[in-house]
């Protein structure tokens, strides 16, 4: 230890003894660090995109429905009554606030259980056997 | 030669002799123990205990890196993707809740109900066209249910990150400036991209030539730096087919493709009912 005093302080040199193990423990570190950033922005954004595809798939199927019946309600008016129409349009207006961005305070799911509920309703209304039947789904693969 | 000289030669290891005049004990010396067989050994030693402190803790530390880097872009890419899952999901959906409904219409009412008016729909068609229109329209809305997501995004899309709320101007520009430098290997991308934060968003602060694998980043902290180096990645490549033809062609993505494709086979269908503004009313 003496020899090497020549050329370092004597505290340093010590220093870098003792703290070997961790020196080394912060390299690999940083290297994980870059390496999980790119791996987790990837992961998340694949999560993210099943999650919000599908949900919204179901989302905008009851959105098409309500336009429909909305349009059919104006050429027929025999087959879709005026308090039909009234629970179309508070469809449309509850599938409009259906978040396009994800925040992380939203309750999606209860939001989504509504707005079955609802399309429910107006089926029933309608006398429709439209449902949103989903098909068995694959994820994706990265 | 005095017997001492004769001595002091046939003892080479621990001769004193020799230990004085080095008077160096660093170890690196040959003349301290005077025997290379030793110090070679040491050394030996020495150095596969160096490296083995190296591969253990480096990779010990890397693992904790690999977690704690996942865990700062996770969120992120999460919010990314689900906008862009939304705004695809969202068109794929409606166009079949626009032909489902409308062609249980169209056949409950051909099957005679009591008002005519709803056959009036396609009175534009003679019967082999109402026909046609209703395999048509069969044919679609079952396509669209059975429409895996697999085929809507495929792992290119994640690859460029050429979605349509993403950069995907901007990731032209980084792609056209050479960003990574052509080093087309993934693992180069410590230094690439290390410029820019919240890289989605503020790509235009992005000094293209300089910021971008400059120096490599030690650590570059904020995952999200790393976040859009992913997409970025592929600048190392040349993806210029895509940045060449411009803004337009950042659309050619797959899930635009399908997209598009869907919308327009609903358009015609609904075009012959006569309500083709229904495709615009979202």
Known sequence: MSQTAQEL??????????????????????DGLAAGGRNGAIEGRVMGCEKGFELSREVGYYAGCAQLWKALAMLDQDRITEKTLKKINS??????????ENQLDDDVVALLDK????????????????RYADAPKSKMFY | M?????????????SSDKGSDSGNGSGN?????????????????????????HENFGNSGYLEGIEEGKESTLQDGFNQGWSE???????????????????????????????????DLLRSLDETQQKTWIQTASDLVKELIEL???????????DDGLGPNSTSKTQQQTTDSGCCGGSSSKSGNESCCKSDNK????????PQKSGCCSKPSSASGDGTASSSCSKGSSCGQAKSEESGAASTSAWSSRPDHVLADYRSRTLDLLKQVKLEHLLESN
């Open chain 1, 9 to 30: 302080p004597k505290e340093l040199d010590l220093d870098d003894l003792i703290h070997l193990e961790n020196m080394f423990v912060e390299f690999g570190r940083e």
């Open chain 1, 115 to 130: 707005i079955r509920g609802k399309f429910k309703t107006v089926a029933s209304a309608l006398q429709t056997s439209e």
């Open chain 2, 199 to 206: 890289g989605d968003k503020e790509e235009s602060a992005i």
């Open chain 2, 29 to 53: 010396d040959d003349d301290i123990w005077g025997d290379d067989d030793n110090v070679s050994y040491d050394r030996s030693i020495a150095e596969r205990e160096w490296s083995r402190l």
């Open chain 2, 2 to 14: 005095t017997d001492r000289d004769s001595r002091t030669n046939a003892s080479p290891t621990w």
């Open chain 2, 85 to 119: 899952g939304v705004q695809y999901g969202h068109e794929l959906g409606r166009l079949r809740g626009l032909i489902s409904p409308l062609l249980e219409y169209i056949q409950s009412s051909s099957r005679g109900a009591s008002n005519t008016s709803s056959t």
């Open chain 1, 91 to 100: 469809l449309l207006d509850l599938i409009n606030s259906f978040p396009r």
């Open chain 2, 148 to 158: 895996d997501i697999a085929k809507v995004f495929d792992k290119a899309y994640f």
